[in-house]
């Protein structure tokens, strides 16, 4: 089982940056994706950005161009740089790995448990 642990949300004016990081820790054979989601209250989990065990990315129209996602793989960790973070981003961010647990075994998924990002006009 893979555990997933956020950091990094927080308050944030109009036009700055914050740094999210997802660190994942467990046994596992392999971590395949790794991702962002945002939820607003009520609604489902959208996709910010995902990033591939090879590196490969891929992100939200929204996002793109602000937003970089990177991986760590000596600390398993992910991290979503935010740039130019506008109102409409103010959402609890979610990190998200699909991953298999052993070889030979298909794909499970977990769920952090979220960090707020607030971002004031």
């Known amino acids: 089982q893979v555990q997933l642990v956020e950091s990094g949300g927080g308050l944030v004016q109009a036009g700055g940056s914050l740094r999210l990081a997802c660190a994942a820790s467990?046994?596992?054979?392999?971590?395949?994706?790794i991702g962002w989601y945002r939820q607003v209250p009520g609604k489902q989990r959208d996709l910010v950005a995902v990033i591939s065990s090879g590196g490969s990315t891929n992100y939200a129209d929204s996002v793109k161009g602000r937003f970089t996602i990177s991986r760590d793989n000596a600390r398993d960790t992910v991290y979503l740089h935010m740039n130019s973070l506008k109102p409409e981003g103010t959402d609890v961010y979610y990190c998200?790995?699909?991953?298999?647990?052993?070889?030979?075994?298909?794909?499970?998924?977990?769920w952090g448990q979220g960090t707020q990002v607030t971002v004031s006009s």
């Open positions: 467990g046994r596992t054979f392999r971590i395949n994706t």
């Open positions: 998200n790995a699909n991953y298999i647990k052993v070889y030979g075994q298909g794909p499970s998924v977990t």
